[in-house]
C-alpha cells in the first residue's frame, strides 16, 4: 500500500528586465544540492498568500526586490518518496524590479544568480515547471503597467445616515488592512476613490503603506457609472496609459461592468465579473490593451 498522499503548495516568479540593447532577460538561479538552473520559488508558509510567498521567495533568493505584475500559470507535479508521493503545485507571477543589480549574496541553497537572454532561459531552465511558467510569459505581451481594482469592504450595517456617509465595520476595517497587505506588494504609486466614506476608507490602509496619494474621482461612482457605464472603464484605460501601478476602489456593480467591458473589447475570456465587498481584480496592460486579469 501506497503511503499518506502529502500536498505541498509553492510559488514563485518571473522575473525580467531590459538587458543590453533593450533585449529581454529573466533571471534564473543556481541550486547547489540538486545541481540544477532553475526559476526562483518556494514553499507557502502556513496560512501565507501565494502571491505573498511568490515575492518572499523571489527576493530572498536573487536578492532582487520584485513587483508582480500578473499570475501566469500553475504548474502541478508528483514528486517520488519511499513515503508516499508529494504532490506539489508551483504558482507563477510575472515580476519586475526597479533594482535589477542589487547584491547578491549566494548560500547553501542557491550558489548563484544569473540573468539570462530568454531564449537562453529556455534551453537552461529544462525542467517541466519552469519550461511551463517561461512558455506562459512568453505567450503575452510585455506588461507596462497593472490597475487594482477593488471593491469597498464590508460597511457599518448599524448606520443611520445617507449611504455615501456610512463607514466601515470592525470586520471592513480588517478586511481594508489584509487588502493593503497585498496591494502594497504591487507598489501603487497613485489611488483614485469613488467619493462615498467607505471606498475612501477601504484605500486608506495601503496608501499609508505605500506613502502614495489618494484622491477622490467621482467617474467611479455608482450613480455617475449608471448614467455612462463605459465612463469608468475609459479611465481605467487612462490610468493604464500612464504606466506603473494605480489602485482604484470603486462599487461592486462598477467593478463588474468594467472588467466585462475592457474584457469584451481586448477579447479576454471571463466566466464570472461578480464582485464583492472588499474583493478585487489584477488588470495588467500593455500600453492601454488588457492583456490578462485575476482576482485579487
Known amino acids: 500500500m501506497s503511503g499518506t498522499r502529502k500536498r505541498v503548495a509553492a510559488a514563485g516568479g518571473v522575473l525580467w528586465r531590459s538587458g543590453e540593447k ?3 532577460e529573466v533571471v534564473a538561479v543556481w541550486r547547489p544540492k540538486v545541481g540544477n538552473w532553475s526559476l526562483p520559488k518556494g514553499k507557502l508558509d502556513p496560512g501565507e498568500h501565494p502571491l505573498t510567498a511568490a515575492c518572499r521567495e523571489v527576493e530572498e533568493e536573487t536578492g532582487v526586490p520584485v513587483i508582480p505584475q500578473l499570475w501566469l500559470c500553475r504548474a502541478a507535479y508528483v514528486l517520488p518518496n519511499p ?13 519586475r524590479t526597479e533594482k535589477p543589480e542589487a547584491d547578491f549574496t549566494a548560500d547553501e541553497e542557491i550558489g548563484e544568480r544569473r540573468w539570462l537572454p530568454l531564449e537562453r532561459a529556455r534551453d537552461l531552465l529544462a525542467r517541466p515547471r519552469d519550461q511551463q511558467a517561461l512558455k506562459a510569459f512568453s505567450a503575452i505581451p510585455m506588461a507596462t503597467s497593472t490597475v487594482l481594482l477593488v471593491s469597498p469592504a464590508e460597511v ?5 445616515g445617507p449611504a455615501v456617509a456610512r463607514p466601515l465595520s470592525a470586520r471592513g476595517r480588517d478586511q481594508a ?3 493593503a497587505g497585498l496591494a502594497a506588494l504591487y507598489q501603487p504609486e ?5 467619493t462615498g466614506r467607505a471606498s475612501v476608507q477601504t484605500l486608506e490602509p495601503v496608501s499609508r503603506a505605500v506613502r502614495c496619494p489618494m484622491n477622490g474621482d467621482s467617474v467611479f461612482d455608482t450613480d455617475a457609472h449608471g448614467r455612462n457605464p463605459e465612463r469608468s472603464s475609459t479611465r481605467l484605460r487612462e490610468l493604464a496609459a ?10 461592486p456593480e462598477v467593478i463588474s461592468d468594467s472588467v466585462a467591458i475592457l474584457a469584451d473589447e481586448d477579447e479576454l475570456a471571463v466566466a464570472d465579473v461578480s464582485t464583492r465587498s ?3 481584480w489584477v488588470l495588467a496592460f500593455s500600453g492601454p490593451r488588457l492583456i490578462g486579469l485575476e482576482r485579487l
Open 22 to 24: 533593450g533585449r529581454l
Open 83 to 95: 513515503d508516499g508521493d508529494v504532490h506539489k503545485t508551483v504558482d507563477f507571477w510575472s515580476m
Open 156 to 160: 457599518d450595517p448599524a448606520f443611520d
Open 177 to 179: 488592512v489584509r487588502l
Open 190 to 194: 497613485r489611488a483614485l476613490s469613488a
Open 242 to 251: 500612464d504606466g506603473g501601478c494605480a489602485i482604484v476602489c470603486a462599487g
Open 278 to 280: 472588499g474583493e478585487g
